[in-house]
């Protein structure tokens, strides 16, 4: 990189001239500064010059392996550390012509008391060789000392207090001022050619644009990307597409006639075709991590990289795996294969706990800096374990048996599985709403990215679910969908689980029976005008039944059997297949019991597609049912919007949730196990505990429930995702939950209240509410008798959740009789005339025409 036209040393802390300051991308700091105030991508040379206490060669060490760039030394300071440490992170500071430069240094910082010449900044120069930093301290930082210092490639120091982001003054030199002084440009609209690179990205270039003074320095200020366009302006990016930029670092280039920012790139990227950069898309780590961001928010349903997330084991052995594997491998083309193997497991990693690759080039970075150096020999247990791999291999080539394995150590003790807390009175009302959004992804986002998928089946049916599947189940088809009578060898299962079912079953159908409309519903709105209403089954209707994480036959009860009930004539069930291209048998045997005519081995947005249009084999239905993943969701809200599909869905259904209303009678066990009854369903599940009133014991009490709990559980490692992005809300007063809990519009609905009763006149928006201690929401998940298939993501303000209704469609009908036309009729005629529809007026006017002539 270029030198820096200026280094500002921080003898002062304000704020905005600090945070500009930092955007030049080094500073100058004394020993004293505060280091947690610099962003990371900012570099420092530490100035313990004379007037600190003289440091020893330990505490340079210190400053240098704490992330330094370099530190400026006077003698004897400087030549005690030179002695020791690389000569290049060493600066040595003098007074011109009160002291002399060292030989041996590579860097000096050349102080002066009287105005220096550029002849003899120049002849200086010659005289040293290395590399120069000038501190002009008989007067205030100006333009024209910059711009004698600029083309010798010297950097001129000029204090904080003397820098300002507002006008230049004769104390104070504005900023940006500052760093545009030697800033040339050859082109006649004085503008400057300005490349823009991506920072997180290993400094992937984004695109070429222009920039004025004036764009520079609002950008140098407000830490936004500010351009200039030849047609429009200053363009401040991203702010009509929303792609906005953060400025990271601007540097001008050796001969300072162009200059590079260095941003954060947000929104869909750079480039107006929406591709990260004008020059294509990423490519290598870059796009990796870019892919692998995307599927750790929404994976697809069966991905391999959702096993991933979702399995810390498998991750970690696949490391170990590839590793292991890199170690032993010899050519060329197998070192490069395996490497690339690693380093995808190991960003896997990196992504599901956060760290970005950005991150790990500043772990580099830092230990790049480090001038000192652990020996280097491998711990122990590794040392160990591949001895003792060697001594059974060998032994075991010895007497043809196989070497046991070793179990590794046992892992270290987690971080509490734990919910973040608020207390509702101290949140203002700004943030209020941040805390009743769910941690999915935006859907139009979702809508965007299952598009292709939906697209590829709509127009190439059969063939397009079959690649589908095999790319995200892992399953290969040769028929995508099963027509009954079922084999009976395909519903074997374990009689208990068999007769749970049944049970399950009857309750379900009892309670969905007494919904449906069976009569007719007549009122005579006056003599001689009767109006009526009738149901009538949807006649086509697809059932979709998640099985990403879990077999679900509970849903497949919960939306065959209302539809079973409504005489839907033709039962489209949708559901991933198994790896070996079949359906578990409990989905099965529910299919049979609710006479599902049809079974679609397929998930995702692959199958709401293939039922929304219908494919070679697939029945095209008329409205679709069922829960699902962001995925699923988004498929379903775009198959509803399309004209071409002419296609209904029950609700826009996403990751399951629950609120629990708790007071000081809950049993803190019952609690727990209810939140977690909920976050196992997947990491983008929510819960929400709503704390009436609670003592600190009794909230931990809880806490230390869910933890305990957790870790007994199976499914621990997906609930330690879930259980983090939900809450803890703490009220006061009963109405104060119920309050927020109709903001919210929870699923589920739990009330472990004194009076859970009595609160429910209070609840409006809610999928299903389970009053009581022991109501879990369990009960209503499988065989209670009410719906499971219930709106989520604050939809419950809005949706019913499924039941018998969902699958009729109502039909009104009027029978009006000679003398209630007479009565009625110049009402209509009035009422049409007024709307100016003459044609309809005269509808009734010939039928009133007809009735006086008898």
Excluded at 57 to 65: E, F, K, R
Excluded at 448 to 469: S, W
Excluded at 638 to 660: C, F, H, K, R, Y
Excluded at 814 to 826: I, S, W, Y
């Amino acid at each position: 990189m270029a030198p820096p036209i200026i280094l500002p040393y921080v003898d002062t802390h304000e704020p905005e001239v600090l945070a500009a300051a930092a955007r030049l991308g080094q500073l100058l700091v004394p020993p004293s500064f505060d280091l947690s105030l610099l962003p990371p991508s900012c570099g420092y040379t530490i100035l313990a010059s004379s007037s600190f206490s003289t440091p020893s060669v330990d505490q340079v060490t210190a400053w240098l392996d704490g992330g330094a760039d370099r530190v400026v030394l006077p003698s004897p300071a400087f030549d005690e550390a030179a002695a020791v440490l690389p000569a290049g992170r060493l600066v040595q500071s003098f007074i011109l012509g009160q002291e002399t430069h060292k030989d041996y240094a590579a860097l000096v910082l050349l102080r002066t008391r009287e105005p220096l010449p550029a002849q003899a900044i120049k002849a200086f120069q010659q005289d040293f060789a290395g590399e120069v930093l000038l501190w002009d301290e008989s007067r205030p930082a100006s333009v024209e000392a910059i711009r004698t210092a600029a083309p010798l490639g010297v950097p001129i120091v000029i204090p904080l207090s003397q820098l300002t982001t507002g006008s230049t003054t004769s104390q104070k030199l504005n900023i940006a001022e500052a760093f545009l002084a030697p800033v040339i440009s050859d082109r006649p609209d004085g503008l400057i050619p300005t490349v823009v690179s991506a920072h997180p990205q290993g400094g992937r270039t984004l695109g070429m644009v222009y920039s004025s003074r004036d764009s520079v320095r609002e950008a140098l200020l407000t830490g936004k990307g500010v351009y200039f366009s030849r047609k429009h302006g200053l363009w401040r990016k991203g702010e009509t597409s929303g792609a906005t930029q953060d400025v990271v670092r601007i540097v001008a280039d050796c001969d300072a006639d162009c200059l590079e920012f260095q941003v954060v790139q947000h929104g869909a990227g750079f480039c107006h075709l929406n591709t990260p950069s004008c020059f294509g898309t990423l490519s290598g780590i870059a796009a990796l991590e870019g892919t692998l961001k995307q599927r750790y928010l929404s994976a697809p349903e069966g991905s391999y990289t959702a096993r991933l997330f979702n399995d810390p084991q498998l991750l970690r052995s696949k490391i170990m795996e590839e590793a292991d594997e890199l170690c032993t491998a010899e050519k060329p083309e197998d070192i490069a294969f395996e490497a690339a193997d690693l380093i995808y497991f190991a960003l896997a990693k990196c992504v599901s706990k956060g760290v970005s690759v950005r991150d790990i080039e500043r772990s580099l970075d830092r230990k790049a800096h480090k001038v000192t150096r652990r020996k280097g020999d491998a711990k122990s247990k590794w040392v160990q374990a591949n001895g003792a791999a060697e001594s059974s291999k060998a032994a075991a080539a010895a007497n043809g048996s196989a070497a046991p394995t070793k179990p590794g150590a046992p892992e270290p003790k987690d971080t509490p599985i734990q919910m973040r807390s608020y207390d509702l009175a101290s949140v203002p009302p700004s943030e209020r709403a941040a805390m009743l959004k769910r941690p999915t992804l935006k859907s139009e986002e979702m809508i965007a990215k299952v598009k292709p998928i939906v697209d590829q089946v709509r127009l190439r049916g059969d063939a397009a679910l079959r690649e589908l599947t095999a790319k995200f189940d892992k399953a290969q088809l040769e028929e995508v969908i099963i027509r009954p009578p079922f084999t009976q060898e395909s519903m074997r299962l374990p009689e208990e689980v068999k007769a749970a079912i049944d049970v399950a079953y009857r309750n379900v159908y009892a309670f969905h029976a007494a919904q449906a409309d069976k009569a007719p519903l007549e009122v005579e709105t006056m003599p001689g005008v009767v109006c009526s209403r009738f149901a009538r089954p949807i006649a086509t209707v697809g059932l979709y039944v998640p099985g990403g994480t879990a077999v679900l036959p509970s849903t497949a009860l919960m939306l065959g059997i209302p539809a079973q009930v409504a005489g839907c004539k033709e039962i489209v069930l949708a559901t991933p297949p198994r790896a070996d291209g079949s359906i578990g048998p409990e989905v099965m045997y529910v299919a049979s019991l609710v006479g599902a005519t049809c079974i679609l081995k397929a998930g995702g947005g692959q199958a709401v597609a293939a039922m929304a249009y219908g494919t070679e084999t697939v029945p095209k239905v008329d409205k679709i049912f069922g829960p699902g993943n962001q995925w699923v969701t988004a498929a379903k809200m775009l198959v509803q919007n399309d004209t071409e599909a002419l296609v209904a869905i029950d609700m826009p259904a996403g990751p399951s949730e629950v609120l629990v209303i708790a007071d000081h009678t809950a049993d803190a066990e019952f609690v727990a196990a209810d939140l977690l009854s909920q976050a196992e369903h997947g990491v983008d599940s929510q819960v929400v505990l709503v704390a009436v009133d609670l003592t600190p014991e009794h909230l931990q009490n809880i806490e230390q429930a869910v933890d305990r709990q957790a870790r007994a559980l199976p499914r621990v490692e997906i609930m330690k995702v879930s259980v983090s992005k939900s809450l803890i809300v703490t009220v006061k007063t009963v109405r104060e939950a119920l309050d927020f809990s109709n903001e919210y519009a929870p699923e589920h609905l739990i009330l472990h209240l004194e009076d859970a009763p009595g609160a429910v006149q209070f609840v409006q928006n809610a999928g299903s509410v389970f009053v009581g201690a022991y109501s879990p929401e369990s009960c209503g998940d499988y065989a209670s008798g009410t719906n499971h298939t219930l709106p989520t993501n604050g939809f419950a303000r809005q949706f019913s959740g499924v039941n018998t209704l969902s699958f009729q469609k109502h039909i009104t009908s009027q029978q009006v009789t000679k003398a209630g036309l007479g009565k009625l009729g110049p009402v209509v005629i009035t009422l049409a005339e007024c709307e100016g529809l003459d044609a309809h007026a005269n509808a009734v006017k010939v039928r009133l025409a007809a009735l006086a002539r008898e």
